[in-house]
């Protein structure tokens, strides 16, 4: 994955870069992901990383773990959270790690 963003004053502009990988044995799926936000301004770089694993428990149901963490520079505060499930008023401190840990169901029908 890349993306560029700018905006009208350059302290908004940053690339994002990263990687997502899957390894599904039979009924068990392994996964990874890692991503860096390199800012413009100083000190707004972060990076993701995370793992996780999901279980086919029948056709159509799967269950899933997964653990994230955020590595802010002493500009961001960025959560692994913020995009997904989960309460987007925690937000650490400016130059602050954060990490969770999320896990569920996903039933199709």
Same mark, same amino acid.
């Given at each position: 994955?890349?993306?560029?963003? @700018?905006?009208?004053?350059?302290?908004?502009?940053?690339?994002v870069y990263?990687?997502?990988?899957?390894y599904r044995m039979k009924?068990?799926?392994?996964?990874?992901? #890692?991503?860096?936000? @390199? #800012?413009?301004?100083?000190?707004?770089?972060?990076?993701?990383?995370?793992?996780?694993?999901?279980?086919?428990?029948?056709?159509?149901?799967?269950?899933?773990?997964?653990?994230?963490?955020?590595?802010?520079?002493?500009?961001?505060?960025?959560?692994?959270?913020?995009?997904?499930?989960?309460?987007?008023?925690?937000?650490?401190?400016?130059?602050?790690?954060? @990490?969770?840990?999320?896990?569920?169901?996903?039933?199709?029908?």
């Amino acid at each position: 994955l890349y993306q560029a963003v @700018s905006g009208s004053d350059s302290a908004f502009d940053q690339d994002v870069y990263g990687f997502g990988v899957r390894y599904r044995m039979k009924v068990w799926a392994f996964k990874a992901q #890692g991503y860096r936000l @390199s #800012g413009e301004a100083a000190g707004s770089d972060a990076t993701l990383f995370a793992v996780g694993v999901d279980y086919a428990l029948a056709k159509p149901v799967m269950l899933y773990l997964n653990y994230a963490t955020l590595d802010n520079e002493e500009g961001r505060s960025l959560v692994p959270w913020s995009q997904g499930r989960g309460d987007n008023g925690l937000t650490p401190a400016e130059g602050s790690s954060a @990490s969770g840990i999320s896990l569920g169901a996903i039933v199709g029908f």
